[in-house]
């Protein structure tokens, strides 16, 4: 019972879908299950995956135009983005198709 609600609490603080492939954060592609997205667009690291469209990327992301198309959380507003960590805000930017919508992005 103990070890059942642990695992619950854990995977509830980390947000729609958090895990190695798209949202942990990361110091190299060691850590991604792809890869690795560092700098000042993403603090403390992100895992995600390439993309040329949303088909590419896993349920609860979008491909935006970022490095050249990367799979990251849609949002509305910067609460939206606070399971991330410090330093991410919904930010519009383009996605696969040139449309502009909020990711939750660092700035």
Known sequence: ??????AILLAACG????????????ID?????????TGGDFPG?????????DRDCPSD?????????VCMYPCDVSDDCRF???????RDRDDWAG????VCIGG
């Not at 991330?84 to 919904?90: D, F, H, T, V």
Request: hydrophobic fraction near 30%; proline fraction near 2%.
């Open 61 to 69: 992301t979008i491909c935006a135009d970022v490095r050249g198309g």
């Open 29 to 37: 592609d060691r850590d991604c299950r792809e890869s690795c997205e």
């Open 99 to 102: 449309v502009r919508v909020g």
């Open 45 to 53: 690291g992100f895992c995600t995956v390439g993309c040329a469209s």
């Open 15 to 26: 947000g729609p879908g958090v895990d190695d492939l798209v949202g942990n954060s990361c």
């Open 1 to 6: 019972m103990r070890l059942t609600l642990c």
């Open 84 to 90: 991330l960590g410090r330093g991410y805000a919904c």
